[in-house]
């Protein structure tokens, strides 16, 4: 008899039940195909052009337009590069367009900035496309489009009624699937039918990431990990930025931190919230019970306020599964998944005996009014964060363009220029906050009020 402890299946997971010595890989899905490796250190620079914080999607977005203008960025990060949210989150991309519903963006901006920044989204997504194919970047890059489920039937309207809105007003073709059609885009009961984005997609986050990696050092780029910055200081024609491994002088700083950003930079660290997202990854489903489940191959969400994302994992029959982070549970538990495992199964209920592999969580940057921001602190610092759980596209996107707003091109103009970045009105309260702020919103998911 086999020693291996096996893995839980969702029942299991859902139900917290025989999960004692249940083996569960707490880390993501996509390292498996991209594993994060500890390169040996090296002396850093004493000087450099550009020292960009951060090695997500923005900082290497970042440092590949730097390089290509023939500047050398320097990307410090504090852990093994791409260790957050960019080799974390669930490889979807859409236009970054589905935070408000278009006449609530109108109502909050007026109708002539809600166009500029939705037509602004639209060409985040466009950006990403354009990059991983003049890159040569092979990351499971899929236009598969997005289906979005109705919880409630006025969810479904409200969808309807925003879907047409995004036509009039930025152009976004649609088209909604009613209940009794549903099953031809997901096998499930659960949804009052829905709502679908053909131009969405997807990919492989984590050889996405580790292909900007690849290309970043073919230029002659450096991304350092083990070394996390622990201060700036502004000095004349530049800045010293101190390092778990020594210190380096340059001329700019990027901060490409997103939620995990702390109070390195204060004026930042007021600005945003991190909020925990976590995700599962099941086994290999067999052949006759997945066809049904996402036939067109889509990504999925749906309408509630804590919502749950999901896909299958490029060219395998498993499910990833995401939604956020379990509380008061240990991270390297499987009872902080099982809530990710319940809302599986409430979607697909005949799945409850396969096992899941893989659970592991992140953190999103949310900013106080849910939008992405880049600029410049008032000490000349640039930054670009915020995305507010859709990140795939604008983190590239941003990444990109502040960039260009650093070395002074007119490409660097964005329609988010002019946004004021308010501050959380009590950000240590509003961190402790996160966890009753969700609850609440599932209490009204639940009730419906």
């Known amino acids: 008899m086999s020693n291996v402890a096996a893995h839980p299946t969702l029942g299991a997971l859902a139900g917290g039940r025989g999960l004692s010595g249940a083996a569960l890989a707490y880390r993501p899905f996509w390292w498996e195909a991209a594993p994060r490796t500890a390169a040996a250190p090296t002396q850093l620079p004493a000087v450099a052009d550009v020292v960009i ?138 949804f009052h039918g829905g709502s679908v984005l053909p131009g969405d997609a997807s990919l492989h986050p984590g050889l996405y990431h580790a292909g900007l990696m690849r290309r970043i050092s073919e230029l002659g780029g450096s991304v350092e990990g083990g070394a996390g910055v622990t201060g700036i200081t502004a000095e004349k024609g530049g800045f010293t930025v101190a390092t778990a491994r020594g210190t380096v002088s340059c001329h700019s700083i990027i901060i490409a931190t997103n939620g995990y950003t702390d109070n390195l930079l204060p004026e930042l660290g007021r600005r945003i919230v991190p909020v925990g997202s976590a995700l599962i990854a099941t086994d290999q489903i067999p052949e006759a019970r997945f066809a049904g489940l996402m036939p067109t191959g889509r990504m999925y969400g749906n309408t509630n306020r804590v919502f749950s994302y999901f896909r299958a994992a490029p060219d395998e029959r498993r499910i990833v599964w995401g939604g956020r982070v379990g509380r008061f549970s240990n991270p390297r538990s499987p009872a902080a998944y099982g809530h990710l495992a319940r809302d599986l199964l409430a979607t697909f209920p005949e799945l409850a005996d396969i096992p899941v592999s893989h659970a592991w969580d992140g953190q999103i940057g949310y900013t106080y009014d849910e939008v992405p921001h880049l600029g410049r602190t008032h000490a000349g610092i640039h930054y670009a964060i915020g995305y507010c759980g859709t990140g795939v596209s604008r983190s590239t996107y941003f990444g990109h363009k502040i960039a260009l707003q650093l070395i002074g091109s007119p490409q660097g103009r964005t329609a988010f220029d002019d946004l004021a970045f308010p501050t959380y009105p009590a950000p240590p309260i509003a961190r402790r906050a996160v966890p009753v702020v969700e609850t609440w919103y599932r209490l009204r998911d639940k009730f419906n009020f």
């Open 53 to 190: 914080v951060g090695s997500g999607f923005s900082g290497l977005s970042a440092a590949l337009t730097l390089l290509r203008a023939g500047r050398q960025p320097l990307v410090l990060e504090r852990d093994v590069p791409g260790f957050g949210a960019s080799t974390r989150n669930g490889g979807q991309i859409g236009s970054g367009n589905q935070k408000f519903r278009v006449q609530h963006l109108i109502a909050l901006r007026g109708r002539t900035k809600a166009e500029a920044l939705l037509r602004e989204g639209v060409l985040m997504l466009e950006y990403i496309a354009e990059l991983i194919a003049a890159e040569g970047i092979s990351c499971a890059f899929s236009r598969c489009g997005r289906f979005r489920g109705a919880i409630r039937p006025e969810h479904y309207e409200a969808m309807a009624r925003d879907m047409e809105d995004l036509k009039a007003l930025v152009g976004v073709e649609s088209f909604m699937v009613p209940r009794a059609e549903q099953h031809r885009e997901i096998g499930t009961d659960l």
